[in-house]
């Protein structure tokens, strides 16, 4: 999994409430198992006509926002199913950090394990934040995961929350297979130990 400091990039405003995983990526593009080839599918019934024609006012179609790396979103995104699948898919298009004032709780877990930060703010932060993200290619934040803030275009900051434990798992791009082996050393000692007291079952 990629690290995850400091990031610097146009946000996209998507001033909707209840954004669930099924819009996000619809279960038509669920079959896969690859975490790669899903952001062109991504919002896909918002993105795209019934003919597969760009709908040119979904806002990721919009030049200005197309190479987005922010999404300023509203409450509660990524309810509905846990799809994996989801965070994928903004990863995939380039979506390294969603800010909201809440997200469906396997989502936002999701979200830590596959490299993408979700930042909660208060409804004032986000309307601030919706309103920077109006701005088109001007729209730049600045997001800096070590000293947990986000500065405007105008040079304004404010602060956010995050969990210690997942802080420090993004800073230093570990999922859930990068935790496991940080312990490598005492797992080949704990099976050397094994093998040597049941050298039968190593045999075996």
């Not at 198992?33 to 899903?38: D, K, M, S, V």
């Not at 509905?80 to 965070?87: F, K, L, T, V």
């Not at 602060?159 to 797992?187: Q, W, Y």
Request: net charge negative.
């Amino acid at each position: 999994m990629d690290k995850f400091n400091k990031l610097e990039g146009v946000a996209a405003p998507l001033p909707l409430i209840n954004v669930d995983t099924d819009m996000i990526i619809p279960k038509q593009f669920l079959k896969t198992i690859a975490r790669t080839g899903l952001g062109k599918s991504l919002f896909f019934e918002m993105r795209y006509d019934d003919q597969g024609a760009e709908i040119p006012d979904f806002v990721l179609n919009r030049p200005a926002y197309r190479n987005a790396k922010i999404l300023v979103a509203g409450d509660n995104f990524g309810c509905g199913s846990s799809r994996e699948h989801a965070p994928w898919a903004l990863l995939d298009f380039g979506i390294r950090c969603v800010i909201s004032t809440s997200f469906a709780d396997i989502f936002y877990n999701n979200c830590f394990k596959n490299g993408i930060l979700p930042i909660v703010v208060s409804p004032e932060i986000l309307e601030k934040l919706m309103d920077d993200a109006e701005r088109g290619a001007n729209a730049t934040l600045s997001i800096d995961l070590e000293s947990q803030t986000i500065k405007g275009p105008d040079g304004g900051t404010a602060s956010f929350d995050v969990d210690p434990f997942r802080k420090h798992c993004l800073l230093n791009g570990l999922d859930d297979i990068g935790l496991t082996m940080e312990k490598a050393a005492d797992i080949d000692a704990y099976e050397a130990r094994q093998r040597a007291a049941t050298p039968w079952l190593a045999a075996s």
